[in-house]
């Protein structure tokens, strides 16, 4: 009996110390990125176009369609595929309050849920292609939504989930304000990762904390952008300020920033300076996604600099050098906003 015993637990060692010994064989020196820059189904071309006649906002045909670039950007070897801002479903083009009356509730519908069959079917994409996701998407909870993003690992683990701080203009009519602790850098293989959104990248409120943190590679998630000198363009939709903005947070950072959105896509250093790019112009058929290669040998592993442009002594500089004149008090402005689904579905356009 003795001897029986024996022979099972030294059975049972011996396959626990193979699976021990099994190793992860990635060569994370290298990072190869994946920008998806197609738009989703849906989304009326040109651009800039806001006619969305004929159209509807599909959350089955997108989730599908984000799997099959998954798939495809795996197969040419990416790591890390990143989706533009609110590409799950598709980022509302002119989405005032005629929109909210009429294609609210249709888009609400459409909005993902995590832990839902569609989520869990992104996450098993990253797991079967054995690659990282930084997913971007409409995010339907039971009373509101979200401006969400998620880095997801190879595995198909939430390594890092967060809201929009406070959604850009109009957008704060129709989505939730986000928690200012959800603003941090993630631990990889691959170096520091973060992630912002948009016009996120032009407050200081998101920018300071984030480039605080000395991230090696930095997410900035848009939802789409026209080539420059588009006469057709808002000022906020064009490239030139949008561009600013993202390449001043790469240089003040030191990150790799990698600039994801419908249309134009690029891949800043940490210099502010192109790695790759992709115009607005280019077919999406003809290019969906753009890729870049980054050598990850040199980043830097530290988590903060106490001597850095982004710390907390030059924090107190900035309180300390406040104009004396302006009172030092809490506006309204920052106050978490809410609006719940049932406004939206309900709204009148009337006071």
Not at 30 to 40: K, Y
Not at 225 to 240: F, Q, R, V
Not at 305 to 317: D, F, I, R, T, Y
Request: net charge negative; aromatic share 12%.
């Amino acid at each position: 009996m003795f001897a029986t015993i024996l022979m099972l637990a030294l059975s049972a060692f011996a396959s626990s110390a193979a699976t021990c010994n099994i190793t992860d064989t990635t060569d994370y020196s290298n990072l190869t990125v994946a920008l998806v820059r197609a738009a989703p189904p849906g989304f009326p071309p040109p651009i800039l176009s806001r006619n969305y006649t004929g159209l509807h906002f599909d959350l089955n045909a997108t989730v599908a369609y984000g799997v099959q670039l998954i798939e495809e950007a795996a197969s040419n070897g990416a790591n890390l595929v990143v989706f533009p801002e609110l590409w799950f479903p598709g980022y509302p083009k002119g989405a005032g309050d005629e929109w909210i009356k009429t294609t609210a509730a249709e888009y609400i519908d459409n909005s993902l849920e995590i832990g839902s069959t569609h989520w869990n079917n992104l996450l098993t994409a990253a797991k079967t292609n054995s690659v990282y996701l930084a997913l971007a998407f409409s995010e339907k909870t039971n009373s509101s939504i979200y401006m969400g993003q998620a880095i997801i690992s190879k595995y198909g683990e939430i390594l890092h989930h967060r809201q929009k701080l406070r959604p850009s203009g109009g957008e704060r009519n129709i989505w939730n304000d986000g928690d200012i602790n959800d603003i941090k850098a993630i631990d990889t293989p691959y170096g520091r990762w973060g992630i912002l959104e948009c016009w996120e990248h032009f407050h200081p409120s998101m920018t300071f904390p984030m480039q605080a943190q000395m991230e090696n590679i930095h997410i900035a998630s848009a939802p789409y952008t026209p080539d420059a000198k588009d006469p057709d363009a808002e000022y906020w939709e064009t490239l030139e300020v949008n561009a600013a903005a993202i390449r001043t947070y790469a240089v003040n950072s030191g990150a790799v920033t990698l600039w994801a959105g419908v249309g134009y896509s690029a891949v800043y250093s940490g210099l502010g300076l192109e790695m790759a790019e992709v115009l607005a112009a280019v077919p999406y058929d003809e290019q969906p996604m753009l890729y870049s290669s980054i050598n990850t040998t040199s980043f830097n592993k530290a988590s903060y600099n106490a001597n850095g442009e982004q710390s907390w002594s030059v924090l107190k500089q900035i309180e300390d050098g406040w104009p004396y004149y302006i009172p030092k008090v809490v506006g309204t402005f920052v106050t978490r906003k809410t609006v719940l689904i049932s406004e939206l579905v309900n709204f009148t356009g009337t006071a």
